[in-house]
């Protein structure tokens, strides 16, 4: 039968734990261990031990030899991609991550809007999160000047130097299209223009102030128009 071993004459033996063989073997070495486990060329050894499981956190796809064929899982690492013996493979810290078996902590890559001041996880310390109104532009592996404020915000969302490290909105009547770094980076509108809110993303955002208009215009939708019965282009009116 299947998992078993032997002649017919002298009686068929159990594979040993953890391994299988097909109808009609005859020796131990047709016992093969089971995926995720390993012994001597990917068999059962003779007796009662079987094939061993890979350490905690690693798999192997086929049929292990050595423990050196068991690799690390999915946002884990260990020595050279493998877990040690009594020792299982170690998780990456929170928010961060590795595609493939790690061999080290920095291996694990920090998240997109996150960062470590290494690049990389560090030991006993998680990926922190961009401050609020910032993130890394979908990149991922930043150092913390990668976090960069949004459009229509402005700070040191990336300075180490700096204590507060914050994204400010950009006042009435400024505005700032893309995500970048810097203090200053909100853009004015210019000369008797404002924006209705904080936060405007964009230049076409601005709008003239109702002030602006000479005294036969009236603002509509930001821009100054002569009343009727005058004609002109807004600034002048006659």
């Known amino acids: ?3 078993e071993y032997g002649l017919a004459s002298g009686g068929c033996q159990q594979c040993g734990p953890n391994s299988k063989s097909p109808p009609y073997s005859t020796l131990v070495d047709d016992c093969e261990c089971d995926v995720n486990h390993f012994g001597p060329d990917g ?6 031990a079987g094939c061993a499981i890979c350490p905690s956190n690693s798999s192997s796809r086929i049929r292990g030899s ?4 068991c690799t690390c899982d999915r946002n884990h690492y260990g020595p050279d991609g493998h877990g040690k013996e009594g020792q299982g493979c170690k998780v990456c810290p929170l928010n961060s991550f590795n595609n493939s078996n790690g061999s080290k902590l920095e291996d694990c890559t ?19 999160k961009c401050t609020d109104h910032s ?6 592996g930043n150092v ?4 960069l404020c949004d459009a229509g915000y402005q700070g040191d969302a990336g300075n180490s130097v700096s204590a507060k490290r914050t994204c400010a909105a950009c006042s009435k009547g400024f505005f700032k299209d893309s995500i970048g770094y810097g203090s200053g980076s909100c853009t004015a509108c210019g000369k ?5 809110q904080k936060a405007s993303t964009s230049v076409q955002d601005c709008k003239q102030l109702a002030s602006a208009c000479p005294t036969k215009a009236v603002l509509i939708s930001g821009t100054c128009l002569c009343n009727p019965g005058y004609f002109g282009d807004g600034v002048t009116c006659s």
């Open 110 to 128: 920090c998240d997109v809007n996150h960062y470590s001041p290494n690049e990389h996880a560090e030991e006993e310390a998680d990926c922190a």
């Open 192 to 196: 008797d223009m404002t924006t209705d």
């Open 1 to 3: 039968p299947a998992n």
């Open 43 to 48: 068999h059962a050894p003779e007796g009662a």
């Open 66 to 69: 050595t423990i050196n064929d």
């Open 135 to 140: 993130s890394t532009n979908d990149t991922i």
């Open 144 to 147: 913390l000047a990668g976090c």
